[in-house]
């Protein structure tokens, strides 16, 4: 059974740094390219990033270029995403989903909740 | 980027009855299209595929179709558990975007 768990959300301040985790597991990790998506409190869904299966494409939404980092590690079938200068705009629940052409967006998380005080 | 604009925002609709979303994308995206069904608290759900093609384990009341910029999403007789939000996703090009969402409530 294919599962997706993310981790690592909680409570900061604006300025300081998260790191996202999602630990896959019932696939073959290192084959799929992964995206983290988000949705604000009763708000649309919003991606963020992208990356390739071997980490050679890493691809951001403009609202967070530069401030966070997408990235895996497939011995351990791990996804993360660092978040650094963390705004109250990015608050939100944050997804983990499998990319998989053609069936793109085959597996999503639980999600897990940020929540950044300004 | 593109745009992904889905109609409606809200609909209204009773037990049995036939519901029609659309999306419209601001270029053409080929069939590079997924539609889910979101419910309260829980994470999004595929329900269509390439624009037409239906998972495993999707009841067949749901259906796709469209390419190119202007798709369709059918659910031929609502049951209760199909009230959710709806949203379409392209994914041809990045960056991924998605529509607003269409809140279907009862009526």
């Known amino acids: 059974e294919v599962q997706l768990v993310e981790s690592g959300g909680g409570l900061v301040k604006a300025g300081e740094s998260l790191r996202l985790s999602c630990a896959a597991s019932g696939f073959t990790f290192n084959s799929h390219a992964m995206n983290w998506i988000r949705q604000a409190p009763g708000k649309g869904l919003e991606w963020v990033s992208y990356i390739s299966s071997g980490s050679s494409y890493r691809y951001y939404a403009d609202s967070v270029k530069g401030r966070f980092t997408i990235s895996r590690d497939n011995a351990k079938s791990s996804l993360y995403l660092q978040m650094d200068s963390l705004r109250a705009e990015d608050t939100a629940v944050y997804y983990c989903?499998?990319?998989?052409?053609?069936?793109?967006?085959?597996?999503w998380g639980q999600g897990t909740l940020v929540t950044v005080s300004s | 980027d593109i745009q992904m604009t889905q109609s409606p925002s809200s609909v209204s609709a009773s037990v049995g009855d036939r519901v029609t979303i659309t999306c419209r994308a601001s270029q053409d995206i080929s069939s590079y299209l997924t539609w889910f069904q979101q419910k309260p608290g829980k994470a999004p759900k595929s329900l269509i595929y390439?624009?037409?093609n239906l998972p495993s384990g999707v009841p067949s009341r749901f259906s796709g179709s469209g390419s190119g910029t202007d798709f369709t999403l059918n659910i031929s007789s609502l049951q209760p558990e199909d009230f959710a939000t709806y949203y379409c996703?392209?994914?041809?090009?990045?960056?991924?975007?998605f529509g607003q969402g269409t809140r279907l409530e009862i009526k």
């Open positions: 989903a499998r990319a998989t052409y053609p069936h793109y967006g085959d597996y």
């Open positions: 996703q392209q994914y041809n090009s990045y960056p991924i975007t």
């Open positions: 390439a624009a037409s």
